[in-house]
């Protein structure tokens, strides 16, 4: 890679990590550019060199996590049998401790599907072959719908309860309490028996 090319991905890389800093101070509605440039270091203007708007920048966090999605998925401790309790704990534990660590960002991509519908329709398109891994893993289950609605009240269940709970907002109970609990209810819910 050239220098440019080099200088051009730290810069991108810079105004990604600034980002995510100011969104966990002032949450993503919050954030102005001119925020996001200060705490990088960086002319404002460099920002429009990487990203068209605030609302692209969030894209490509989310493009980001995708690909470390995607990456867990291939992982040889991967289970994909949801008739298997153990598979949807895999998932659920994996989903907590990748919650956690990007709790900024999942935030932001709450707050800005909530007031723009644009990025909303955006974000589910982007979500949409996600939703298609979990539906795969439902095979076999005696489920309450589709396999696309059962994957996405999985997904909805996961993402609210950890919202909250890093929110300070959810129940009041340790992590390994509430990643045994949503397994079980998971697992139960989806038909297992």
């Known amino acids: ?51 068209a708007s605030k609302e692209k920048l969030l894209e490509s966090l989310l493009a980001d996590l995708l690909a470390e999605g995607d990456a867990n998925a291939e992982l040889p401790s991967h289970l994909d049998d949801f008739r298997d309790r ?39 398109e982007m979500l949409e072959p996600d939703l298609h891994h979990i539906a795969g893993h439902l095979a076999g289950l005696d489920l309450p719908g589709d396999p696309l609605v059962a994957a996405s009240f999985f997904t909805a269940t996961l993402s609210s309860v950890a919202a909250g709970w890093f929110a300070g907002t959810g129940p009041a109970a340790g992590e390994r309490e509430i990643i045994e609990s949503l397994t079980t209810f998971l697992h139960q819910g989806l038909g297992a028996r």
């Open 1 to 51: 890679m050239g220098t440019r090319k080099q200088q051009a991905a730290q810069t991108e890389a810079e105004l990604k990590a600034a980002a995510i800093r100011v969104f966990e101070r002032v949450g993503y509605l919050n954030t102005k550019i001119t925020d996001i440039t200060a705490e990088a270091g960086r002319a404002t203007g460099s920002f429009y060199k990487h990203f």
């Open 86 to 124: 153990e598979a949807v704990r895999w998932h659920v534990a994996v989903f907590w401790d990748f919650y956690g660590r990007h709790r900024a960002v999942m935030s932001a991509l709450q707050q800005a599907a909530i007031v723009d519908e644009e990025f909303a329709r955006r974000s589910r």
